[in-house]
């Protein structure tokens, strides 16, 4: 599976099994397969009973058998050969570039079938996009383009160790500047098809202008927000009204930012279909928990949303360590209360006035941000409630499940029991604390 592009395979459900999601707003039950997980979907077949299950039980029951490499392998070139019987000249081209990109990351020799496609077929590609000489690029669109190229760069560096300085666009060879880059890409004919990858180590886009009509349609319809005319950030245009083009918007790639307008991004999102990509979006205080540094620069440089265009497994080991206590309301859960461990802060406690502050409590619901330097003891005192009324919930909830539900989810019981123990790796635990969690590991 994993020498194969991750759009080589997918999952749909079978059209007569009569699945359909349920409100997730209720309560549902809990899955009547594993009973320890919550219902999501009914299943009610014609002429059979009706059940409720899980997302895991229902992709258990309804997905596909896996393929093996081998079978995987076959299925795919079955693929290539019926395009080369049904496909244009054009479309080929495409497809050869296609998985010389796909395949790009993947150490050679490639198979056999995948190496001769591209060589018969590579020349068929469409000539890449030219930018035009002279003339001026507005702000909109010089923003617009280097808005795709940090989306490229973010989530080419996930997987690849690339020069952070230089780029290549083709079919220049020559390695040129992020500005360099961005305005060539912002001169060529719109709307573009870019590509990065990273041969030899320095991202090299490959951009091709969209002029097929159906390429042209799905592209507008990726563009749009969920229906014709809606905004890529649809809620903040339903709050902020007439001002939501103005809006600031920061954005987070590799070891870069970029602080641009809501309408900027909606010019990306028109001008721009580019890969590898990956993003998320959110209010800064959502972010201060895994990316503080990109948190608390949103928020100095005014921007009402982050967007987040590259990812990092070690985001989150300050809070699976216990040095982050990322504390989420059900009823503001964009705007939660983060304490972090800050042994450096040479301040007393601002609670008790007395011992050395150590963490940094952040409300993050107030504008401007309420901050508190506190000692580890006034930290504990804070979040013993908040522990253990988790704690009972907890314990009701695995009450609550047979022998088969607890079975079903001992893996999932076990990583509520370790995230409700994390919060006290660097605190004092209060003894009313350190009962309930007794409790829950002998539930």
């Not at 967007?307 to 216990?322: L, N, Q, R, V």
Request: proline content about 9%; glycine content about 6%; some cysteine.
């Amino acid at each position: 599976m994993e020498d194969f592009p991750e759009s080589s395979g997918g999952f749909s459900l079978p059209p007569d099994a009569g699945i359909r999601p349920l409100d997730f707003r209720q309560d549902n039950g809990l899955c009547t397969e594993c009973e320890g997980r919550p219902a999501m979907f009914a299943v009610e077949p014609p002429g059979k009973p009706a059940r409720r299950l899980c997302p895991e039980c229902l992709f258990r029951e309804f997905a596909p058998k896996p393929l093996s490499p081998s079978e995987m392998h076959e299925q795919h070139a079955r693929h290539i050969a019926e395009l080369e019987r049904t496909a244009t000249p054009e479309q080929l081209g495409h497809m050869a570039e296609f998985l010389e990109e796909s395949w790009g990351s993947k150490p050679r020799p490639w198979p056999g079938y995948v190496e001769e496609f591209i060589a018969r077929y590579a020349a068929f590609a469409p000539p890449p996009a030219v930018p035009t000489i002279g003339g001026i690029v507005s702000p909109e669109d010089g923003h617009a383009a280097e808005l795709a190229l940090l989306v490229m760069r973010g989530a080419l560096a996930e997987k690849h160790t690339i020069d952070e300085h230089q780029y290549v666009v083709d079919p220049d060879p020559t390695p040129i500047s992020r500005e360099q880059a961005a305005d060539r890409l912002a001169r060529m004919p719109k709307p573009l098809r870019c590509v990065a990858t990273a041969p030899d180590g320095v991202m090299k886009v490959r951009c091709r202008q969209i002029v097929d009509a159906d390429a042209l349609a799905t592209h507008a319809q990726m563009a749009g927000g969920e229906t014709e005319g809606e905004a890529y950030f649809s809620h903040l245009q339903q709050e902020w009204g007439d001002r939501y083009p103005a809006l600031r918007i920061f954005c987070a790639g590799w070891r870069e930012s970029l602080v641009v307008s809501a309408a900027e991004v909606e010019r990306y999102q028109r001008d721009y279909e580019v890969g590898p990509m990956g993003t998320n979006a959110g209010p800064p205080s959502g972010y201060l928990a895994a990316n503080p540094d990109v948190a608390r620069a949103a928020v100095a440089a005014g921007a009402v949303y982050v967007m987040e265009c590259h990812f990092d497994a070690s985001d989150w080991t300050p809070e699976k360590e216990g040095r982050v206590i990322d504390v989420r309301p059900a009823e503001s859960w964009d705007f939660p209360n983060v304490f972090a461990l800050t042994p450096d802060l040479d301040s007393t406690c601002e609670m008790c006035g007395q011992r050395s502050a150590t963490w940094r409590a952040t409300d993050t619901r107030s504008t401007p941000w309420k901050e508190e330097l506190l000692c580890s003891q006034c930290t504990a005192n804070i979040l013993a409630p908040l522990a253990i009324a988790d704690g009972e919930r907890f314990l009701v909830g695995v009450k609550a499940l047979s022998e088969k539900g607890r079975r079903s989810v001992a893996r999932d019981i076990a990583a509520r029991l370790e995230r409700m123990e994390r919060w006290w790796k660097h605190l004092p635990v209060p003894a009313e604390v350190a009962a309930v969690l007794a409790r829950c590991r002998a539930a």
